[in-house]
């Protein structure tokens, strides 16, 4: 359910699940953004593309925040930035919605990632349900896609729970740490989305 900002971390729009905080968050929260990726850094280069040193800097990532807030408002990106309610002074993930097409298709690409500390308690897949339940009732979506490497057992352990179906493999599909990686893709279909309740 979508409530007014209340963390710590000044956000300009806020969903809440049932242990966490989903923010659009505001250039100010710079400085906290950039702690996450600079703790999670090793961690998460086996699976993200790469990135030069500036990009783990808070002048980059302002900029970045700029304008995720510009494009939640212009509706062409959602990016979230997670908090746990019980800790709201530090970011332990992202999930962001992304390549936003409509007309006939109505559909949009997902990715995320966690912080090494949060792993296996299940924040993620708490925070995609709930995330993708805003996706499909506000922004209309009527299919979600998200792309996994099929040695990322984890990922595809979590998506697979939140209802999400392998659709095929698409080779040599993203550039990740220096590589072109195999991804499965998955799906989430709104099946409801021609209810007139949903599309209203």
Not at 47 to 67: C, N, P, V
Not at 103 to 121: P, R
Not at 187 to 192: C, E
Request: with cysteine; aromatic share 12%.
């Amino acid at each position: 359910m979508f409530i007014k900002p209340s963390n710590s971390i000044r956000s300009v729009f806020d969903l809440r699940s049932d242990r966490l905080i989903l923010s659009v968050l505001s250039p100010s929260a710079a400085d906290k953004v950039t702690d996450y990726l600079a703790r999670n850094r090793v961690f998460h280069e086996p699976f993200h593309q790469l990135h030069q040193d500036a990009y783990y800097t808070t002048y980059i990532q302002k900029q970045y925040l700029r304008s995720d807030m510009n494009a939640f408002f212009d509706k062409s990106q959602c990016g979230f930035w997670l908090i746990k309610q019980s800790d709201p002074d530090r970011i332990i993930g992202r999930l962001a919605f992304s390549g936003i097409i409509r007309g006939a298709l109505q559909s949009c690409l997902m990715g995320y990632h966690l912080d090494k500390d949060e792993v296996g308690k299940g924040y993620m897949a708490e925070a995609i349900i709930c995330a993708c339940r805003y996706m499909f009732s506000t922004w209309k979506m009527h299919r979600i896609q998200a792309d996994i490497m099929p040695r990322n057992e984890r990922s595809i352990k979590t998506i697979e729970r939140c209802g999400f179906v392998r659709s095929g493999l698409s080779g040599k599909y993203m550039a990740i740490n220096g590589k072109w990686e195999d991804h499965y893709m998955y799906a989430l279909i709104n099946d409801n989305y021609f209810n007139p309740e949903i599309i209203r």
